[in-house]
């Protein structure tokens, strides 16, 4: 049981450059979530997802996509990849609404 | 979500409890009070979470006032691999939304 896993774990973007970050769960979990966590800051609700094929934006969805076509699977999307959106993302899962969540190791991404 | 105010930081000595408070002055009667730690620059994890009656689990206890306007996050016997950010989360609506503070920043020393 691998619990939430995030891949990569480290990258670095080019201003206007696209990519997806990939998070997985085997946990048989309905809801998944995106957070973003800047330095010194607390973490801010990016998309999150209560099943496969619903997603609802967060706090700060511009400039990010997903999608939810199983229910272990919930890739965040960056296009046009900007400078202020170097942070360090998460992603979790929880069984119910209300409960623990369930959080991955983190992907520490970089915009120059 | 309903407001929460944490002190920005706490020391420790290990071996000793910690007692993290927390306002949720704005709480609402069917709100949950939730606790998160993030070591280092790791995923939050989550520690406990209540109504109205104090709870304890393996990692710690949670005391909450009889009006819950505030909680206290009690961990009995702090070691070292405490040393943490420490979040009190108090989501309205579903919990599918928590919101994460700047929390309290716990430093255990020897």
């Known amino acids: 049981n691998a619990g939430v896993t995030q891949t990569p774990k480290f990258r670095i973007l080019k201003i206007g450059q696209s990519m997806t970050l990939q998070c997985a769960q085997d946990m048989n979990h309905n809801y998944m979530y995106w957070y973003r966590q800047d330095p010194g800051m607390g973490l801010k609700l990016i998309y999150y997802?209560?099943?496969?094929?619903?997603?609802d934006k967060g706090e700060v969805p511009n400039g990010y996509n997903v999608s939810r076509s199983t229910t272990e699977d919930f890739p965040l999307r960056l296009e046009l990849a900007a400078p202020s959106q170097t942070s360090v993302y998460f992603c979790?899962?929880?069984?119910?609404?209300?409960?623990?969540?369930?959080f991955g190791e983190g992907s520490r991404l970089t915009v120059l | 979500d309903a407001k929460t105010t944490q002190p920005p930081s706490m020391d420790c000595a290990e071996g000793r409890a910690a007692n993290l408070p927390c306002n949720h002055s704005?709480?609402?009667?069917?709100?949950?009070v939730y606790w998160y730690r993030q070591i280092h620059s790791q995923g939050p994890q989550y520690i406990i979470h209540g109504l109205k009656n104090n709870e304890t689990n393996e990692m710690a206890s949670l005391i909450i006032t009889e009006d819950r306007k505030s909680s206290t996050l009690i961990l009995p016997h702090a070691t070292l691999r405490d040393t943490a950010v420490y979040y009190c989360i108090v989501p309205t609506g579903t919990a599918s939304k928590l919101t994460f503070g700047t929390g309290t920043r716990l430093q255990v020393t020897l």
């Open positions: 704005t709480i609402s009667g069917n709100e949950y």
């Open positions: 979790a899962s929880s069984l119910l609404s209300t409960g623990e969540l369930f």
């Open positions: 997802s209560v099943g496969a094929g619903i997603t």
